[in-house]
C-alpha cells in the first residue's frame, strides 16, 4: 500500500514539475478542487502550523485556526462585545471626577461596602483597599463601616453604595448592572456581557442615591478595577463609565484620549491652603488636574478664628471679632453708688476729724491723713463711719 502512495506522489510530483516548466499552461488556471487534491498530497505543515489551502499557518495555542485569523476574530468579537456592552447614558448629580467627596459628610462615609456572598478572596481584598484608601482622605480621616454581604442589605437603590464583585456571583450588582443577562455567565464569575479583558468603575443613581459598581470579565479585571479607584487620587476618573485594560491600566481609547481631548490646559492658581484675614482659602485639586483656590469664608479653628458665634465659648466668655474674650461685669450702677456712699463717708470723718481734734491743727491734719487712707483702700463706706465714729 504503502508502494502505491509512494508512486502516486512521483506521479503527481512529475505532472507539477510538467506544468510549472510548461511556458503555455498557467497554475492559476487550475481549479481549486485540483489544487487541494494537489496540496493534500505534497504540501506538509510542522507542529506548531497548519496547513490552510496550499499554504502553512502559525496555530500556537492548538486550535486548528490560524494566529493571523483567530486575531482578526478576537478583534470582531471584543467590537461585538463592546457594542453590547451599552450603558443607558443618564445625567447623575456627580460623576467620578468628584469621588469620594460626594460619599463623605462630617468626615463619615456616607454610605456601605457590598460584597457577594460567596465573593472570591481577590474580592475581599479589593473591598477592603476601597475602605482603606477613603479612610486615608487627603484633608480628614475618614470613619468607615466594615463591608456588608448582599444577604445582609434588602434595597441597595436606596442608599449610596460601593459594590465590588461579578454580577453572576451579587445579587446586588445583578441588579443594578444595565442590561445584565444571566445567560452570558459563563461559569460563577466570568461574565462575557462586559468586553474580554476589561474591568469596570460604573457609577449610576438612584432616587439621589450613588452606587458605583467596581466589576470586570473576570476576578483578575475586577481585581485591576477596584485598584484603580483604590488609586484615585493618581489617576484623572472622569464621566460615569471608566474602562480598565487587562494589565491594570486606562483604556485609552475610552478614557484617556477622551479626557485629552475635552480637557483645556491649565495651570496651579495655589499650592498650599491659605488665609485672607479671617477668609479660608483652601487649595483643591479640580477635575481638569490642576489646583485652584476656592474660598471656603470663615471656618472656626481656621486662619485664627477661635469662634464665629457666642455658643463656640465656653461660660463667661462671648464672641469678638472672631475670638472669645471674657464677658465684663455689669456693675457699673452699683459701683457709683458705692462711690457716693464712700465719699459721704469721707466728708463725714473730716467733719469728725475736727470736732475730736480740739482744734489743733496738728491733730486734725493727722485724722484726715486717716480718714484719706481709709478712702483709699476700703471697700465700703461703712469702714469709714467706724473709724469716724471711734475718734472721740
Known amino acids: 500500500m504503502k508502494h502505491y502512495q509512494l508512486v502516486g506522489l512521483m506521479v503527481i510530483g512529475i505532472f507539477l514539475i510538467f506544468l510549472t516548466g510548461c511556458n503555455e499552461v498557467d497554475i492559476s488556471k487550475l481549479s481549486d478542487q485540483d489544487l487541494e487534491r494537489i496540496s493534500d498530497k505534497l504540501v506538509e ?5 497548519i496547513r490552510v489551502g496550499t499554504q502553512c499557518c502559525l496555530d500556537q495555542n492548538s486550535n486548528s485556526i490560524c494566529d493571523r485569523d483567530e486575531k482578526v476574530e478576537q478583534k470582531g468579537e471584543f467590537k461585538e462585545n463592546h457594542k ?8 447623575t448629580k456627580y460623576d467620578l ?5 460626594f460619599l463623605i459628610k462630617n468626615n463619615v462615609f456616607d454610605g456601605i461596602l457590598v460584597i457577594g456572598d460567596k465573593a472570591p478572596a481577590e474580592d475581599v481584598i479589593s473591598i477592603l483597599d476601597i475602605a482603606e484608601s477613603l479612610k486615608k482622605n487627603k484633608d480628614n480621616p475618614v470613619f468607615v463601616t466594615q463591608p456588608l454581604l448582599d444577604s445582609e442589605i434588602n434595597n441597595v437603590k436606596s442608599q449610596n453604595a460601593i459594590l465590588v464583585g461579578s454580577p453572576c456571583i451579587s445579587k446586588r450588582i445583578s441588579e443594578l448592572f444595565p442590561n445584565f443577562d444571566p445567560s452570558k455567565c459563563l461559569n460563577d464569575y466570568t461574565y462575557s456581557g462586559i468586553p474580554k479583558g476589561k474591568g469596570v468603575i460604573l457609577l449610576i443613581e438612584n432616587d439621589g442615591k450613588i452606587q458605583i459598581i467596581v466589576t470586570g470579565e473576570s476576578q483578575s479585571n475586577v481585581r485591576s478595577a477596584s485598584k484603580i479607584l483604590s488609586d484615585y487620587q493618581k489617576h484623572k476618573l472622569d464621566g460615569n463609565l471608566i474602562m480598565v485594560n487587562e494589565d491594570g491600566a486606562l483604556d485609552n481609547t475610552e478614557n484617556e484620549s477622551k479626557q ?33 483656590k476656592i474660598n471656603q469664608g470663615i471656618i472656626k479653628g481656621k486662619c ?30 452699683t459701683q457709683d453708688t458705692e462711690s457716693t456712699s464712700k465719699l459721704n463717708a469721707l466728708q463725714t470723718c473730716y467733719k469728725r476729724a475736727k470736732e475730736c481734734s480740739d482744734n489743733i491743727i496738728g491733730v486734725e491734719l493727722e485724722f484726715r491723713v486717716a480718714c484719706n487712707d481709709l478712702y483709699l483702700w476700703t471697700q465700703t463706706a461703712t469702714e469709714i463711719l467706724d473709724f469716724a465714729n471711734g475718734l472721740c
Not at 45 to 49: E, M, R, T, W
Not at 97 to 101: G, L
Open 304 to 333: 485664627n478664628v477661635e469662634c464665629i458665634t457666642n455658643s463656640h465659648c465656653n461660660q463667661n466668655y462671648e464672641c469678638k471679632s472672631y475670638k472669645c474674650v471674657a464677658k465684663p461685669v455689669e456693675v457699673k450702677e
Open 260 to 292: 485629552q481631548e475635552v480637557k483645556p490646559t491649565c495651570s496651579d492658581e495655589c499650592s498650599t491652603d491659605t488665609c485672607s484675614g479671617f477668609d479660608f482659602i483652601s487649595c483643591e485639586i479640580k477635575s481638569d488636574g490642576c489646583k485652584d
Open 45 to 49: 505543515c510542522n507542529n506548531p502550523y
Open 84 to 91: 453590547e456592552f451599552e450603558i443607558p447614558v443618564t445625567k
Open 97 to 101: 471626577s468628584d469621588y469620594p467627596s
